[in-house]
């Protein structure tokens, strides 16, 4: 809130014309500077929404509420690194590859975590989290997940991992979002090209969020490969670390399926305006 100190009004007693003309220019200020606070605060609400990649979350206004969305629609918002906040209609919200570190302003309903990698989970979980899905079995047996949560329906795809001295077999998951008639899936720490037996578990994918730092997961024409053989209409990248890696991929991109940059980081799907074959950029990768 705008706060303006007003001059001490002791002297305007005496009947001064130069304190009465003070006034008036006070006046005249604390109404103007509450004009301008009036224009500005739905712009600060909004600069206000989303944290960059791994930074904290910033704080809204008290009577911040999201719009809501009209049926048959689902809204993204990447909030860095490999998180996006997923939000349908009914009301439900999931954050993938909730690490603790890249939050929404508010918890979520549910939260995915592909793989037991540091900046890919974290065992320390708000406690108004519902509902966490692991995409790993911490046992060491095949993490397998089918929840319906409102209008949100979420399952995994199991795959392997690549470590120094071998593999963990089963250690990342690719989580499927079904949603206002989309299905999302989110490729996490993908290791490998995927068997018919995954691309079998998929089934149809709409929109795909696709690893593309070319060296951690997999290398860039190998994760091309793996879009190739998915075939989604639209691919979200996520997971890199500098515009020098983001273009590479592009450049890979270019020609296969239509490159539109983005400047903000929320997008509203649906399956009527959903675009062909279009990367579709998103900041704060």
Same mark, same amino acid.
């Given at each position: 809130?705008?706060?303006?100190?007003?001059?001490?009004?002791?002297?305007?007693?005496?009947?001064?014309?130069?304190?009465?003309?003070?006034?008036?220019?006070?006046?005249?200020? !604390?109404?103007?500077?509450?004009?301008?606070?009036?224009?500005?605060?739905?712009?600060?609400?909004?600069?206000?929404?989303?944290?960059?990649?791994?930074? @904290?979350?910033? !704080?809204? @206004?008290?009577?911040?509420?999201?719009?809501?969305?009209?049926?048959?629609?689902?809204?993204?918002?990447?909030?860095?690194?490999?998180?996006?906040?997923?939000?349908?209609?009914?009301?439900?919200?999931?954050?993938?590859?909730?690490?603790?570190?890249?939050?929404?302003?508010? @918890?979520?309903?549910?939260?995915?975590?592909?793989?037991?990698?540091?900046?890919?989970?974290?065992?320390?979980?708000?406690?108004?989290?519902?509902?966490?899905?692991?995409?790993?079995?911490?046992?060491?047996?095949?993490?397998?997940?089918?929840?319906?949560?409102?209008?949100?329906?979420?399952?995994?795809?199991?795959?392997?991992?690549? +470590?120094?001295?071998?593999?963990? !077999?089963?250690?990342?998951?690719?989580?499927?979002?079904?949603?206002?008639?989309?299905?999302?899936?989110?490729?996490?720490?993908?290791?490998?090209?995927?068997?018919?037996?995954?691309?079998?578990?998929?089934?149809?994918?709409?929109?795909?969020?696709? @690893?593309?730092?070319?060296?951690?997961?997999?290398?860039? +024409?190998?994760?091309?490969?793996? !879009?190739?053989?998915?075939?989604?209409?639209?691919?979200?990248?996520?997971?890199?670390?500098?515009?020098?890696?983001?273009?590479?991929?592009?450049?890979?991109?270019?020609?296969?399926?239509?490159?539109?940059?983005? +400047?903000?980081?929320?997008?509203?799907?649906?399956?009527?305006?959903?675009?062909?074959?279009?990367?579709?950029?998103?900041?704060?990768?």
């Amino acid at each position: 809130m705008v706060s303006l100190e007003v001059p001490s009004r002791r002297c305007s007693r005496r009947g001064n014309a130069r304190g009465r003309v003070g006034r008036r220019i006070w006046r005249g200020l !604390i109404a103007a500077g509450t004009a301008v606070w009036s224009a500005g605060a739905a712009t600060l609400a909004l600069a206000q929404c989303y944290p960059i990649a791994e930074g @904290p979350a910033k !704080i809204l @206004p008290a009577g911040y509420q999201p719009a809501a969305l009209p049926a048959g629609s689902v809204r993204l918002t990447f909030l860095g690194h490999s998180s996006f906040l997923i939000e349908t209609p009914q009301g439900a919200s999931a954050i993938t590859d909730y690490n603790g570190m890249v939050r929404a302003p508010e @918890p979520p309903d549910l939260v995915t975590m592909n793989n037991a990698h540091s900046s890919h989970y974290t065992d320390f979980v708000d406690p108004k989290i519902a509902l966490v899905l692991r995409g790993w079995d911490p046992a060491g047996g095949v993490a397998l997940h089918d929840v319906t949560h409102l209008d949100l329906h979420v399952r995994n795809v199991p795959t392997s991992v690549r +470590e120094f001295g071998g593999a963990r !077999i089963n250690g990342n998951s690719i989580f499927v979002f079904e949603i206002a008639d989309l299905c999302i899936a989110h490729l996490g720490h993908l290791h490998h090209v995927l068997t018919d037996v995954h691309l079998g578990e998929l089934g149809q994918i709409d929109v795909l969020l696709v @690893p593309v730092d070319g060296s951690y997961t997999l290398a860039q +024409e190998l994760m091309v490969e793996v !879009i190739d053989q998915i075939r989604p209409a639209l691919v979200i990248p996520m997971h890199y670390f500098s515009a020098y890696t983001l273009a590479g991929f592009l450049e890979l991109m270019r020609g296969r399926y239509e490159i539109v940059v983005k +400047e903000e980081p929320t997008v509203v799907l649906t399956r009527t305006t959903l675009p062909y074959r279009q990367v579709l950029v998103l900041p704060g990768g």
